[in-house]
């Protein structure tokens, strides 16, 4: 079925099947691999991108559902090689992270979350990423990231990018 | 030269696999796509125990795209078996079933097609006809008159049965004044890892190797491939280099590694396994123990313990992987941070028709803590003592450090004392009973959970040989080889995959440490399992002492040859040549100097300048042995089980809501001794990453079946995972007691937190409920269980549900 998409700005003709979901259309015909896939109904979260800036999960939704929205993955954030999005060096500053696995899919939720409320409480925060689970943090530092990219974007320390 | 030397070791350096990560740039299995791949669907039993009757592929084969269909038969005509960990030869497994399969979700059919979705189809159409038998799902029933036998051909259902008698324990309980006896459950839980098991191999028969690509945390897995598919020892090469999402201890995949294996030779095609999540959780053979204790100790009135009896019964499922020897594990640490002078220890091992299990995140230390810690708490509750008090008057004194407890094994070092003193004066201890006591005045159900509890670190694999007559290995290694190139460049090596403990980091930071340079400058190599020096694998929070050893060991050799050479060609006596931050020179007149480029120059293109015979170059590589490791378990089961022994210490207060059963943290602290703490972030991060599973562990995890034997939790919607809301902020108090026995005084952290939260909670919920006579004994203690437990005993007392307690 030929499908039209707006992945990361950039819009793609594709021809794939109706029941490919919209995660496996990314990784394995669009090669966009830092979307993950955890558990395929839903409940991980590994798998979110933005749909016109919103959180979804991309194992719950066909890539022929997805013609008509931006869809934005983790690729989409980084616009300069070897560059960092502040959120990302963020991330990287507060050690959010350890096995990477979950890691995009709490970025682009920290991404929205922020977009929406460039100062979130710690609740906010919580509330925010609990529907992603990562396994290896106990997300404290998650959550300080987040906290420490907002504090950021309000008050940019020198030498951050 | 008298810069101040940087630090490196112990500072809050960033970790330099973030970066990847949070670029989504991470390389996992699944990112992985050769040509001409092929793809794995299984056909799994549905049956807790079933005979095969029959296998009729062919609607399977007929479908296009469909490569190929094969059952367990014809993997067993080319493999061996799948390794036992136990003494059970008659105890055999294919990575399909043979014949019968034995738990549900147990593999009988690969088919392997273009693309997983065609496969999937196709093994939807492979027709199993079933002949369902007889079983059973608790191990208590399964060793008792009549539980049916899963392995008809071992003869029982029991795989492993035997007592240690550490000291005079009859004469301990004979001379005491009291004895409590108690039962608890620990229930099955899994790593579960978000990253699902998966393999690529790829055959080329030119050079003779498979390769395989996995998200393995596995020792040994390029050499146990190649042995059970019958191929030569090097055969097999494992790209280390792949990023692994999440291990804890279960990701090793053997059986799966060994079918692909098999295909990717039979089709002559790459072939790829991902586990779908439901694969993994019935099949996936990764779950974790699960155990009944029961728990005897004899004590004064001062509530000082003699003397304990321990017998663990651990369910291992339908086959006996190494993850049996789980219960050999805790001997190291079998009195906990106490001074229990005698223990008697009881292991039994019982096959049953669930899923098999595999190692797990401090190899069955946590279920053991949980144990100890009852024990202390109900000694304090029989003779109305502070649990806070009771648990100090046992503990080990920092002045008997090393310290050889009964079970042979010698703590390496530790102040208990000054840990917990540290956590009661942050927590206010007074402060907080109190405010438990005001709780409760407001009809909560409110508790303060305490646990003391040691975290064993260095993996020496003793626990194989104690519980396994045929296995003699006495080491557990670790390599790293640091190599300056020709321009100066520094690069060290990894020799094992990794999960996210951030093992770049840590060599880099040590190397940088050892030779005084930048550790950003040091470039990480991770060569694959044919080029490699010898490793046996991120596992048995050992990688800090082992792989950080390793690198330390070989960054100062590395160190010494920069030294000789300046001492020749400088022309002074040793112990006047000075290295700093690579530059050598001359101590009493600092002037006559060899920079770093000199000395690389020197040592790469000019012979004539180096000492006699040296070897020129700059490479040295180091094979790490387990310190204080080396030697088999004695007659009677007395052995050195781990090196370094971390300590930590949880005080938590929480409530429980009287009508919803649910539970809240309000408080919690941590005191956390590992030693030299190489990178902090990393260490808070596996800390509290740990504690979140052991609030998964205490309060919603577990692996439960129907009355079928079918899994009743087969995703991650029956199966609840802790989220962002279930993890409250938690205050770490660091102490550090280095170790003597490693290069920095550190000591293991991998499964730090994990080992003390299920205890701590436990402890919590427990005195939430004291008030009401009643108590928990099992874990996980599910929310809807504490409501019915709550509901019954107010009923009893005669009180109105969301009255005042």
Known sequence: MRVELTINGAARALDVEPRMTLVDCLRDVLGLTGTHVGCEHGACGACTVLVDGVPARACLMFAVQAEGYAITTIEGLTHTRGALSPLQDAFCATHAMQCGFCTPAMILTAHALLAENPAPTRAQIVAAISGVI?????????????????ERARAPAPGTR | MDAPRPRYVASPRRVREDRRFAAGQGRFVADIALPGMRHVALVACPHAAARIVAIDKAAALALPGVRCVIDGHDLAAATQPLPNGLDTPRVRRWPLAVGAARYCGEWVVAVVADTRAIAEDAAELVAVDYDPLAFVLDAEEAIGPRGPIVHPAHGSNVLLDRRFAFGNVDRDFARSTHRTAFRLRWGRSAALPIETFGVVASHDPWRGVLDLWASAQAPRHAEEVARILGLPSLGVRVHN???????????????????????????????????????????????GPERIFDVEVAFDDSGVIAAMKMRAIDNVGAYAGPAALQLGAPIGAIVGPYRIASVLYHAIAVTTNKTPQESMRGAGQAPTNYAIERAIDEVAARLGLDRVGVRQRNLIAAEEFPHTIASGTTYDSGDYHAVIEKVLARANYPRLIAERDQLRAQGLLAGIGIAAVLAPGGGNFAHGPLLNPAMTTTTFMESCRVVIDAAGGVVATIHAGSA?????????????????????????????????????????????????????????????????????????PPERTAYQSGVVYDAKAPQ??????????????????LPPGFEPGLAASHVMQVPAGGKLPTGDGRVQMDPCFSFEFHLLLLTVDPDLGRPEFRQWFVGHDCGTVINP?????????????????????????????????????????????????IEILRHVTR??????????????????????????????LRPLGSAVNRLPMKMSALGDLIAVAREKAGAKPGGAA
């Open chain 1, 134 to 150: 990562c396994r290896c943090t106990g997300y404290a530092q998650i959550v300080e990231a987040i906290a420490l990219a907002a």
């Open chain 2, 241 to 287: 280099s792949v990023d692994v999402g999440g291990g804890f201890g279960g990701k090793r995949g053997l059986k799966h590694a060994v079918l692909v294996g098999y295909l990717a030779r039979l089709l002559g095609d790459p072939v790829r396994l991902v586990e779908d999540r439901l694969e993994n959780m019935r099949g996936g053979d990764a779950h």
């Open chain 2, 500 to 572: 996210g403990q951030g093992h770049e980091t840590l060599v880099a930071t040590i190397v940088g440490k050892v030779l005084e340079i930048d550790p950003d400058a040091v470039q990480i190599a991770r060569p694959d399992s044919i080029a490699a020096l010898p490793s046996d694998g991120a596992v048995g929070s050992r990688m800090a002492i082992m792989l950080g050893g390793a690198a330390a060991q070989a960054a100062r050799m590395l160190r010494a040859k920069l030294v000789a050479i300046g001492a020749h060609v400088l022309d002074t």
């Open chain 2, 592 to 609: 006559r100097r060899l920079i770093w480029q000199d000395l690389v120059q020197i040592a790469h293109r000019n012979y004539f300048r």
């Open chain 2, 681 to 729: 972030m990393i260490v808070r991060g596996m800390t509290l990453g740990g504690i979140a599973q052991g609030i998964g562990a205490a309060l919603f995890e577990e692996l439960t079946h129907d009355a079928q034997g079918r899994p009743a939790t087969a995703s991650l919607a029956d199966y609840v995972l802790p989220s962002a809301r279930d993890v409250p902020q």
């Open chain 2, 739 to 768: 170790s003597p026995l490693t290069a920095f005084g550190q000591k293991g952290a991998g499964a730090s937190g994990y080992l003390g939260a299920p205890a701590a909670i436990s402890g919590a919920v427990n005195d939430a």
